[in-house]
């Protein structure tokens, strides 16, 4: 393997591992009132950093393929670029799972928010238990 397939596969290990981090509202635990509730999407970071460097490799080698002298190395710097763009994008498309964020006014007054990926059983108004993430009906 070449130096710089080392530092590239390196540097996509970096970049993996600071993608990764935990939900907001994961360690919460508690009892409180339900105040509202937002519907969003999530992109899997991890999927766009593969799609994005899987794209540039892709594009690089196609437009590398195209032409001679300088216009090959434009050709093929060209694709890696579009390449990059199109990758991020489709592969982010392709991880993107649903979540809803459950904003709880907790006992001691300060809202705080629980994202949570499954239809939350629960509406704005209900006293709620809040334990590592998971919104259930207090009873």
Same mark, same amino acid.
């Given at each position: 393997?070449?130096?710089?397939? #080392?530092? +590239?596969?390196?540097?996509? *290990? ?8 935990? %939900? %907001?509202?994961?360690?919460? &635990?508690?009892?409180? &009132? /339900? !105040? ?8 899997? !970071?991890?999927?766009? /950093? ?5 794209? *540039? ?5 196609? @437009?590398?393929? $195209? @032409?001679? @002298?300088?216009? !090959?190395? $434009? ?6 670029? *579009?390449?990059? +763009? ?14 809803? =964020? ?5 006992? =001691? @007054? &300060?809202? #705080? /928010?629980? #994202? &949570?990926? =499954?239809? %939350?059983? /629960?509406? %704005?108004?209900? #006293? ?12």
């Amino acid at each position: 393997m070449t130096i710089a397939a #080392r530092w +590239m596969l390196a540097l996509l *290990a970096a970049v993996l591992v600071g993608c990764a981090s935990a %939900p %907001p509202g994961a360690g919460l &635990v508690g009892t409180g &009132v /339900v !105040q509202s509730i937002s519907e969003g999407t999530e992109t899997d !970071q991890a999927a766009n /950093v593969l799609g994005a460097v899987g794209g *540039a490799a892709l594009g690089a080698w196609l @437009g590398s393929n $195209i @032409g001679g @002298g300088t216009g !090959q190395t $434009i050709a093929t710097a060209a694709g890696g670029v *579009a390449g990059g +763009m199109a990758g991020s994008s489709v592969a982010g498309k392709a991880g993107a799972k649903l979540y809803w =964020d459950v904003r709880v006014r907790f006992e =001691d @007054g &300060v809202d #705080r /928010v629980v #994202r &949570v990926y =499954d239809r %939350p059983a /629960v509406k %704005p108004g209900d #006293r709620v238990n809040v334990a590592n993430g998971v919104v259930t009906l207090a009873r």
